[in-house]
């Protein structure tokens, strides 16, 4: 009975010091105004830490060991990360963040960004070699990801630590084909430029890495050929050699991958444009270069591919029609492009995230539903389906009642 009085006292200590920090942040604008109490998890992770870690230091400890290179050069996520290094260092760089991604101790093993975003990293020692982990640096949101297995994001003053009040951290956990978290993906950088889709992005940037994992496993070979991997990230590669395709012709091949019937000029013009002002001459010289990268895989007058397509999102339809919902739901690693906006691209991404959600609520497997709700941490109905579908005794409840939590505290 007295450690729980210490333990609702110490509560009532933090959840005082959150509620003094509110206003300074609101009055320097980094702050939305209404009611912000301070996130459940939030709480227990200060109260779990406090006790340990000095809200007042000025970084980071150094790993034990202090030999990171080692580490990195033989950890399982150095490969997938190599692959996509230069799509996470022009996000890094575009938007102003610093990428990170630690081990599953929470020490960072590589980073990327602007120089002078790493700079201001470095001073808190947000640089290879860091320990980001609760028991060394307290509240963040590389500790709360590795210990819930979910994606976090810790704003501002939800830091433990002090020096941490000026940077807002998105971080989503990196998992191995058997479950296991292998470490973390962060994207963090100062309050000011805190952005609503930081988070999903960290999340299918994740993904994109256990996907790698997934085909160094052993994931069943693809057929030798073109084949496109274009959800929750994108990959392209014809006859198992990578095609390099620059965003817009990725897009290009997307839509005629999913419509094998092909597309008339106007029509596709409009499903990449819509309403922009863009040239006869710039629409043509994308499709000329696709086709030349296909060594001319592309109909002239109708635009359709002419060799045979292996696509991720194709598959996904293909087995809810033939009532597959096992395979859909495995196939389905995120939706369509994530970064893009071209029209036609955003209706097949609305489409297939209805038409599987849909199949997964109507279901009666509670496998299906938590499968899906991995790729869904948002949607409180997915999670409440979950839960209704698992006995009182199955152990797997704590995953969806943890999910459900979590959506509902956004």
Not at 81 to 86: E, I
Not at 185 to 190: A, M, P
Not at 350 to 377: F, I, K, Q
Request: hydrophobic share 40%; charged share 25%.
């Amino acid at each position: 009975m007295a450690e729980q009085g210490a333990l609702r006292h110490r509560r009532t200590v933090l959840e005082n010091e959150w509620a003094r920090r509110v206003p300074q942040l609101r009055s320097a604008g980094g702050y939305p105004a209404g009611p912000a109490p301070l996130r459940r998890e939030v709480t227990e992770s200060w109260v779990r830490s406090v006790g340990t870690v000095d809200p007042a230091r000025d970084s980071a400890p150094v790993s034990e060991d202090g030999a990171v290179h080692p580490r990195w050069k033989g950890s399982p996520l150095r490969a997938p990360v190599t692959d996509l290094s230069a799509e996470l260092r022009s996000i890094a760089e575009d938007a102003g963040f610093v990428a990170a991604v630690t081990d599953e101790s929470g020490t960072i093993l590589w980073t990327c960004g602007g120089r002078l975003m790493r700079r201001r990293a470095e001073r808190v020692n947000f640089a290879p070699g860091g320990r980001w982990d609760e028991g060394a640096m307290g509240t963040n949101a590389l500790s709360l990801a590795l210990r819930t297995g979910r994606p976090s994001t810790v704003f501002s003053a939800e830091h433990l630590v002090a020096a941490l009040h000026g940077w807002v951290c998105y971080c989503a956990p990196i998992h191995a084909p058997d479950g296991r978290v292998l470490g973390v993906l962060d994207l963090s950088t100062t309050w000011d430029r805190s952005h609503p889709l930081a988070l999903p992005t960290v999340r299918t940037l994740a993904s994109a890495i256990e996907a790698r994992l997934l085909d160094v496993a052993g994931e069943p070979e693809r057929p030798a050929g073109l084949d496109l991997r274009c959800l929750g990230s994108v990959r392209a590669t014809n006859d198992g050699q990578p095609l390099h395709l620059p965003p817009r012709q990725l897009e290009i091949l997307t839509l005629l991958a999913l419509e094998p019937d092909g597309f008339a000029p106007d029509r596709l013009r409009a499903c990449l444009y819509g309403d922009r002002p863009v040239t006869a001459s710039t629409f043509k010289a994308e499709l000329s270069h696709l086709r030349r990268a296909l060594n001319g895989g592309v109909a002239t007058r109708r635009y359709a591919l002419t060799v045979p397509v292996s696509c991720d999102a194709a598959e996904v339809l293909r087995a809810l029609e033939y009532g597959d919902l096992d395979a859909a739901v495995t196939h389905y690693r995120g939706p369509v492009l994530p970064m893009s906006e071209a029209p036609g691209i955003v209706a097949w991404r609305e489409h297939l995230e209805v038409v599987v959600r849909e199949a997964v609520l109507a279901d009666t497997s509670p496998e299906h539903a938590l499968r899906y709700g991995e790729r869904a941490p948002y949607d409180v109905a997915v999670h409440e389906h979950a839960l209704r579908l698992l006995g009182p005794g199955d152990a797997r409840r704590g995953i969806a009642a943890g999910r459900l939590t979590a959506a509902l505290d956004i």
